[in-house]
């Protein structure tokens, strides 16, 4: 667990963001990526079939060190923990990763999340429970939809 966590909006508009993995959580992770604006570049053997080719960069290969020297932020999301690991021990200190497979050997945690036009919303169990964290969410979001009537994404 992260000794003293730092919560923040980062702007990735113009940061190279590699996500090692073509399963379903680089698929979850892909989407939000996304539509934060960013075109990530997937490298993974093979893809699942819901991950659109087209909107990312694919480096169809294993994780070599070579592929993520550029990278400002690194996923590692394989179904391989020890990838993930050397994901992580590979990377220099400007280099931000989260290793998936293990919360307390990485440098952030995803949040989730709900945003609107003019308001966002995180929520954090620290990485310990991201269902309680997407239950947290929803009701939240019932909450302030009708409070202050607002539509999130």
Same mark, same amino acid.
């Given at each position: 667990?992260?000794?003293?966590? !730092?919560?923040?909006?980062?702007?990735?508009?113009?940061?190279?963001?590699?996500? +090692?993995?073509?399963?379903? /959580?680089?698929?979850?992770?892909?989407?939000?990526? %996304?539509?934060?604006?960013?075109?990530?570049?997937? +490298?993974?053997?093979?893809?699942? $079939?819901?991950?659109?080719? $087209?909107?990312?960069?694919?480096?169809?290969? +294993? !994780?070599?060190?070579? !592929?993520? &020297?550029?990278?400002?932020?690194?996923?590692?999301?394989?179904?391989?923990?020890? /990838?993930?690991?050397?994901?992580?021990? &590979? $990377?220099?200190?400007?280099?931000? /990763?989260?290793?998936? =497979?293990?919360?307390?050997?990485?440098?952030? !945690?995803?949040?989730?999340? %709900?945003?609107?036009?003019?308001?966002?919303?995180?929520?954090?169990?620290?990485?310990?429970?991201?269902?309680?964290?997407?239950?947290?969410?929803?009701? +939240?979001?019932?909450?302030? =939809?009708?409070?202050?009537?607002?539509?999130?994404?």
């Amino acid at each position: 667990m992260m000794e003293a966590p !730092y919560p923040i909006i980062l702007n990735l508009a113009k940061k190279n963001v590699a996500v +090692i993995g073509g399963g379903k /959580v680089a698929h979850r992770k892909i989407k939000k990526l %996304l539509l934060a604006g960013v075109v990530p570049t997937v +490298i993974s053997p093979e893809l699942v $079939a819901n991950i659109d080719q $087209a909107k990312i960069n694919w480096i169809q290969d +294993i !994780y070599r060190r070579k !592929y993520v &020297e550029e990278m400002d932020i690194i996923i590692a999301c394989t179904n391989d923990a020890q /990838v993930n690991d050397r994901v992580k021990a &590979e $990377a220099t200190h400007f280099q931000l /990763v989260n290793n998936t =497979s293990d919360k307390t050997n990485s440098d952030f !945690y995803n949040l989730a999340t %709900l945003s609107s036009d003019d308001m966002f919303i995180s929520i954090s169990t620290m990485g310990k429970s991201p269902s309680i964290a997407k239950k947290m969410k929803n009701e +939240i979001k019932e909450w302030v =939809s009708k409070r202050f009537h607002k539509e999130f994404e």
